[in-house]
């Protein structure tokens, strides 16, 4: 069975394009390790399928009344982060036809492919967040697999690069390899003591290794991050549900903290039965020697 018999099937089964790049690394990675290319093609269309559905899913779920996002769930933008060629937003027209998408992607050929072939509008990305440069904001920025190859000193400046895309009220979604993760058991990851490791190699063998190669993040190193975000809020993790269980995913909404403002109140009257409790409480008394 040749590739455009495959194709032609998949387009009949998906309705999206089923343009694929030569380069597309996502592809020769699953042609490398699955028997033969129908199954690789297969796979492809199915995870991409799989994750524009549970992105909708994760939009619609933090979206008010049963989540914080102000967003308007049947008109928004978003921007598909490190897009690759479009495994996954060649689905969104059909999964989530309420969004305008744009995406961004490191690789110029990458971004060509979207414009030719996806009808996509994709900013070229950069190493470096500050160098990063996508005049517009959006109400959800997706970034799966993204922080699965950041290094440690480069997750906070991107997470507030991709926050600072984000209208008030929009949603960040992110994956990367967690604790259930292969990478978190393998002999690299002997000293269970860490929360974050992060080795230079990766299956994109055109980048630089030591600025993209294989992470693994505790969701307590994520949170440590998320500290120094105070606009962006966590509303929601799921650990090992993305690729296979390979990726834990988090959701961040951006909300601005308001000036806090302290209410004087009465004080409590307790219940006599109470203070006579408190009362009866010995003291406890300490001796420390000089």
Not at 131 to 142: A, C, E, R
Request: aromatic share 12%; hydrophobic share 40%.
């Amino acid at each position: 069975m040749n590739h455009e018999s495959i194709l032609e099937s998949l387009r009949e089964e998906f309705r999206v394009s089923i343009e694929v790049h030569e380069e597309d690394f996502l592809l020769k990675f699953l042609q490398h390790h699955l028997p033969d290319d129908a199954t690789a093609f297969k796979h492809y269309f199915d995870n991409g399928r799989e994750s524009a559905t549970r992105i909708s899913e994760i939009i619609q779920r933090n979206i008010r009344p049963t989540g914080i996002s102000t967003i308007d769930p049947n008109d928004f933008s978003m921007l598909d982060f490190a897009s690759g060629f479009g495994m996954v937003n060649r689905h969104f027209p059909v999964i989530i036809p309420e969004a305008t998408v744009e995406a961004s992607d490191i690789h110029p050929k990458a971004v060509e492919f979207h414009a030719n072939h996806l009808n996509i509008k994709c900013h070229l990305s950069n190493y470096k967040p500050s160098n990063l440069n996508i005049p517009n904001q959006y109400d959800v920025v997706v970034a799966l697999s993204f922080f699965s190859h950041m290094p440690a000193h480069s997750w906070l400046p991107w997470l507030r690069k991709l926050s600072d895309l984000l209208v008030e009220g929009g949603i960040l979604i992110f994956t990367t390899h967690g604790p259930s993760s292969s990478v978190a058991s393998t002999e690299r990851f002997i000293n269970k003591g860490l929360d974050f490791y992060f080795y230079p190699e990766s299956e994109q063998d055109d980048l630089i290794q030591a600025e993209y190669g294989t992470a693994c993040a505790h969701p307590s190193f994520a949170m440590k991050i998320f500290e120094a975000l105070p606009e962006m809020h966590l509303s929601e993790y799921k650990q090992g549900i993305w690729w296979g269980g390979t990726q834990d995913v988090y959701v961040l909404t951006r909300c601005t903290p308001r000036e806090q403002v302290f209410l004087r109140c009465e004080p409590v009257q307790l219940p006599s039965t109470t203070q006579q409790i408190i009362a009866k409480k010995p003291e406890v008394k300490f001796r420390f020697n000089r």
